[in-house]
């Protein structure tokens, strides 16, 4: 059963095949089976077989949903009322949220089964998964190596086939580049389409969550349960949410391809880049024209992005003083010891640098010169997008500069790891979507191509992803031990 997508499995569980109770058993067992990954940090099989339950009775009455009965895990930064929201992190390690996120709440009336909650890095803070307080997750493809961040532990879990599907989020790649590190699907919508409401925030104007699946045409049917305005998250945008499903066969003759040749330079491992550029090649014979294009701003999204992020994540990470909810230390001496110790034990090494480097970019003196510059960067770096965006339909490139790293490689190193989300950090600066998909392997680790459209284009991506998929095997292989 594990081999299938979501769209066969939903159309087995409607036929009667197996129930989503034998289902939802069959992956609990594989989750017990594959420890090792440690992409989960909460498995809860009482609440999925319960809800495996009610699942079968609505494929049985006929009010069921493409997701009814399908078994999803989502990341740990999502509130479960009743099951405990980590976030990664020692803060919140027994922090059960009084309510739900509005994805989990939508996933809940598709009547989909929760299989438990995945692992991440600390307060989505990481690009290797190995900031998490709960230890790091293990690549399927070579447990030696990371599986990426901070979804690590959604994409290992889709990859690896512990879950039919995974939620993620992404603040400056953490769905796409953990999505390319593992082989699977994985989508970052344009700002503002999901609702960020009990989702824990990072850096609020870049945060957005979105599906990571095995193949295009599942990520169309996560998405179209995700999206959609809501007025709980003031920046949720109220338009109406298309049919992601019914542009997927469109043809792609005639599709306008940009390449930036920064994505192509120096950086980019020559066996990944031939991977791509055989990739670009399928689109050519699908009919796509390939137009050559120059974003001059994209080399100074790095540097905006680690002004920006972390001065929201100071901000954001100000709530957790260990008066209110998370992690409170033992035996404080006054208020001033409390809020200390708390946070001093609570969060994590990464967590405090990004707390540091964000109090010091937004105090008086270095406001104007890094958060207003890096704000002004920022503007540049979406009018290159706009302006590319206004030639071609949509920007093809890679999304990391090489496979995944080994485990311990980049940890004593920020830089080198910050530089790992170079060809993603900019879409989220810019707020468009984008996704990657698998697109061949070099060394027998997993090789993503990215794919980048204008404002509120994903049912066009979804549709350019599919048909990639609908000419390539790539998405459909499954690492050696999962089988
Ligand atoms: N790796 C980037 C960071 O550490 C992006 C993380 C994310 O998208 N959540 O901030």
């Given at each position: 059963?594990h081999?299938?997508t979501?769209?066969?499995?939903?159309?087995?569980?409607q036929?009667?095949?197996?129930?989503?109770?034998e289902?939802?058993?069959?992956?609990?067992?594989?989750?017990?089976q594959?420890?090792?990954?440690?992409?989960?940090?909460?498995?809860?099989?009482?609440l999925?077989?319960?809800?495996?339950?009610?699942?079968?009775?609505?494929l049985?009455?006929g009010?069921?949903?493409?997701?009814?009965?399908i078994?999803?895990a989502?990341?740990?930064?999502?509130?479960?009322?009743?099951?405990?929201?980590?976030c990664?992190?020692?803060?919140?390690?027994?922090?059960?949220?009084?309510?739900?996120?509005?994805v989990?709440?939508?996933?809940n009336?598709?009547?989909a089964v929760?299989?438990?909650?995945?692992?991440?890095?600390?307060?989505?803070?990481?690009?290797?998964n190995?900031?998490?307080?709960?230890g790091s997750?293990?690549?399927?493809w070579?447990?030696?190596?990371?599986?990426?961040?901070?979804s690590?532990?959604?994409a290992?879990a889709?990859s690896?086939r512990?879950a039919?599907?995974?939620?993620g989020?992404?603040t400056?790649?953490?769905?796409?580049?953990p999505?390319?590190?593992?082989?699977?699907?994985?989508l970052?919508?344009?700002?503002?389409?999901?609702s960020?409401?009990?989702?824990?925030?990072?850096?609020?104007?870049?945060?957005?969550g979105?599906?990571?699946?095995?193949s295009?045409?599942?990520?169309a049917?996560?998405?179209q349960?995700?999206?959609?305005?809501?007025?709980?998250?003031?920046t949720?945008?109220?338009?109406?949410?298309?049919?992601?499903?019914a542009?997927?066969?469109?043809?792609?003759?005639g599709?306008?391809?940009?390449?930036?040749?920064e994505?192509?330079?120096?950086?980019?491992?020559?066996?990944v880049?031939?991977t791509?550029?055989?990739?670009?090649?399928e689109?050519?014979?699908?009919?796509?024209?390939?137009?050559?294009i120059?974003?001059p701003?994209l080399k100074?999204a790095?540097?905006?992005?680690?002004?920006?992020?972390p001065?929201?994540c100071?901000?954001?990470l100000?709530?957790?003083?260990?008066v209110?909810?998370?992690?409170r230390?033992?035996?404080?001496?006054?208020?001033?010891?409390?809020?200390?110790?708390?946070?001093g034990?609570?969060?994590?090494k990464?967590?405090?640098?990004?707390?540091l480097m964000g109090?010091?970019?937004?105090?008086t003196?270095?406001?104007d010169?890094?958060?207003?510059?890096?704000?002004k960067?920022r503007?540049?770096?979406?009018e290159d997008?706009k302006?590319?965006?206004?030639?071609v339909?949509?920007?093809?490139?890679?999304?990391t500069?090489?496979t995944?790293?080994?485990?311990?490689?980049?940890?004593d190193?920020?830089?080198?790891?910050?530089?790992?989300?170079?060809?993603?950090?900019?879409?989220?600066?810019?707020?468009?979507?984008a996704?990657?998909?698998p697109?061949?392997?070099?060394?027998?680790m997993?090789?993503g191509?990215?794919?980048?459209?204008?404002?509120?284009?994903?049912d066009?991506?979804l549709?350019i992803?599919?048909?990639?998929?609908q000419?390539?095997d790539?998405?459909n292989?499954?690492?050696t031990?999962?089988?």
């Open positions: 059963m081999t299938k979501l769209i066969e499995i939903s159309l087995d569980l036929a009667k095949t197996y129930s989503s109770v289902l939802t058993q069959f992956f609990l067992n594989r989750i017990d594959h420890q090792q990954l440690n992409s989960y940090i909460t498995v809860t099989p009482e999925a077989l319960a809800q495996a339950k009610a699942a079968d009775q609505r049985a009455n009010t069921s949903d493409l997701l009814t009965g078994p999803i989502q990341k740990d930064i999502f509130c479960t009322q009743g099951v405990i929201t980590t990664g992190s020692k803060m919140l390690a027994n922090f059960n949220a009084p309510y739900n996120a509005t989990v709440e939508k996933f009336q598709a009547g929760m299989l438990g909650k995945l692992n991440m890095d600390e307060f989505a803070m990481g690009s290797s190995e900031t998490s307080y709960f997750v293990k690549n399927p070579n447990i030696n190596t990371v599986p990426g961040g901070s690590g532990g959604s290992a889709v690896a512990l039919v599907c995974a939620t989020t992404d400056g790649g953490s769905i796409r580049q999505a390319a590190l593992c082989g699977i699907t994985g970052k919508p344009t700002y503002g389409l999901v960020r409401y009990g989702m824990i925030a990072y850096a609020s104007s870049l945060d957005q979105g599906p990571m699946t095995r295009a045409e599942d990520a049917i996560m998405l349960t995700m999206a959609g305005f809501d007025e709980k998250d003031s949720s945008v109220n338009i109406p949410v298309p049919d992601y499903r542009g997927l066969n469109k043809s792609l003759v599709l306008k391809i940009g390449l930036p040749k994505f192509f330079g120096e950086g980019l491992d020559e066996n880049a031939a791509l550029a055989a990739a670009i090649a689109y050519r014979k699908l009919g796509a024209e390939i137009i050559d120059s974003m701003n100074l790095i540097p905006a992005y680690y002004v920006i992020a001065a929201e100071s901000a954001n100000s709530r957790f003083d260990g209110r909810y998370g992690y230390c033992d035996n404080p001496v006054d208020l001033t010891d409390l809020y200390t110790r708390s946070r034990e609570g969060f994590g990464e967590v405090k640098r990004r707390i109090t010091y970019a937004l105090s003196g270095y406001y010169a890094y958060y207003l510059k890096a704000q960067i503007r540049l770096i979406s997008f302006a590319a965006l206004a030639t339909d949509v920007i093809m490139g890679p999304v500069p090489g995944a790293f080994g485990i311990g490689e980049k940890m190193d920020p830089i080198a790891m910050y530089l790992s989300d170079i060809y993603t950090i900019a879409i989220n600066l810019a707020g468009v979507p996704m990657s998909i697109a061949g392997f070099v060394a027998g997993p090789v191509l990215q794919l980048i459209g204008d404002y509120f284009s994903e066009r991506l549709n992803a599919h048909q990639y998929q000419v390539t790539w998405h292989f499954i690492p031990g999962f089988e």
